[in-house]
């Protein structure tokens, strides 16, 4: 494997272990433990004195090659793959935190996250405090002398605000405390947290890493050092471990991840421009436009728009709903980064458990719908939505 392949060679070839019967396509290891020549073999293994598996919770061969394409896309040391990507947010922020410790996060982050930080990390004694992170100030103002990690994900779901990666690292540099970003709305593709300052970035492999609705999956990507004083006892003994079949799906989703996402994201371009000239339609955001709030902050960290376009309709709630309703080949789902398009309407679906004010607060009203852009053919989205919209009032 050469450092210097770019990111599609990577995803193609990066991490592979072939075995003695040269296989074309990465085998799937789907054991659960490993046997020794010898019990002193077994001896030197568990000491740590020889290389190899021990067992499957700790690692695989198969997880192994989903870790190591991952590192050579991300420019990470180590990755640890999981069973989905809660189970990596919540390693990853509890694996390195202890009763009496301080997390900042935004507020604008997906519900189960959000639901990590701001009431199962408190029950151990852990404070948390949400804050505004479009804006770098709030980030400063909450620091405590006990702050010791800061959570973000950007673009954020579903209104897709960023947050100045660069700039929350340089805080957290000058307190000594560590950055996670939760990359999934940017892809790999477009944005590479830790070359901006972060230290350690989650994966919901669910989404465009699998992108054909097939696996759950997760991946928490940092440095040796962290890992190895953080992460490495929390994920043995706790076993989030994902299982080699998952690995092998997602090697598979890594290898067409650059050709889907472009695909996904030169629609979600093409539809956000569109649906921006619609009569029915109050606003749109999408990273790629020039009217995005924060688009000098996209410029900055970004490489792409996403995938993922947020549209505000006039007519509200009953508009929101008569749109979904009508799209033929826009299926209505909560889950996102799919080859197929996907539409959903968060205030009764993925943000429901939030109070009417919270949803304000993040931008989320009645009339919102998140448009999750798939692979299919730019005109007949487009098509889609223009019969879809002319059948609500404006
Ligand atoms: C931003 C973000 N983070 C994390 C997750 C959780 O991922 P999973 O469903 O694989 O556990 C999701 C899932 O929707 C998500 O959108």
Redesign the pocket.
């Known amino acids: 494997m050469s450092k210097t392949w770019r990111p599609a060679t990577q995803l193609v070839h990066g991490g592979t272990l072939r075995s003695q019967y040269g296989e074309t396509s990465e085998a799937i290891y789907l054991t659960q433990g490993f046997v020794y020549d010898s019990a002193e073999a077994a001896e030197a293994r568990f000491k740590g004195e020889t290389e190899g598996y021990i067992y499957a919770r700790y690692g695989s061969p198969t997880n192994d090659m989903f870790e190591k394409r991952m590192c050579a896309m991300e420019g990470a040391e180590e990755a640890r793959a999981t069973a989905?990507?809660?189970?990596a947010?919540a390693a990853a922020i509890l694996c390195q935190v202890k009763a009496g410790d301080h997390i900042v996060a935004a507020r604008a982050?997906?519900g189960?996250?959000r639901w990590v930080v701001e009431t199962l990390a408190p029950k151990y004694g852990i404070e948390c405090t949400l804050v505004d992170g479009r804006y770098l100030e709030n980030w400063e103002k909450a620091i405590r002398p006990n702050t010791k990690v800061f959570f973000l994900?950007s673009p954020t779901?579903p209104t897709l605000e960023v947050v100045d990666i660069a700039g929350v690292a340089k805080l957290a540099n000058q307190i000594g405390a560590k950055v996670v970003v939760?990359n999934?709305?940017a892809t790999p593709i477009f944005q590479k947290p830790l070359e901006l300052g972060a230290h350690i970035v989650v994966y919901?492999?669910?989404?465009h890493i699998d992108g054909q609705g097939r696996s759950?999956?997760?991946v928490i990507l940092s440095d040796t050092e962290w890992v190895n004083e953080h992460l490495q006892d929390y994920y043995r003994h706790t076993g989030p471990a994902m299982s080699p079949f998952t690995a092998w799906t997602l090697l598979k989703g890594l290898e067409t991840l650059p050709l889907r996402v472009k695909q996904q994201s030169e629609n979600a371009g093409k539809i956000a421009d569109f649906l921006a000239e619609q009569k029915q339609v109050a606003k749109v955001i999408y990273p790629g436009r020039k009217d995005h709030p924060q688009a000098d902050i996209v410029a900055k960290q970004m490489k792409g728009g996403s995938t993922l376009v947020a549209i505000e309709l006039k007519g509200g709630k009953e508009a929101a709903f008569a749109l979904q309703n009508a799209l033929e080949i826009v299926k209505i789902s909560?889950?996102?980064g799919d080859a197929k398009s996907l539409i959903t309407h968060p205030a009764t679906t993925?943000h429901k458990n939030l109070t009417d004010e919270a949803r304000a607060e993040l931008g989320i009203s009645p009339g919102t719908v998140r448009l999750s852009a798939g692979i299919e053919d730019t005109d007949d989205l487009i098509e889609d939505f223009a019969q879809a919209l002319s059948k609500i009032k404006a």
Do not use: P, Y
Not at 84 to 87: E, T
Not at 204 to 207: D, E, I, L, P
């Open positions: 989905s990507g809660m189970a947010v982050l997906f189960s996250c994900e779901n939760d999934v709305f919901s492999a669910t989404k759950l999956g997760g909560n889950n996102l993925t």
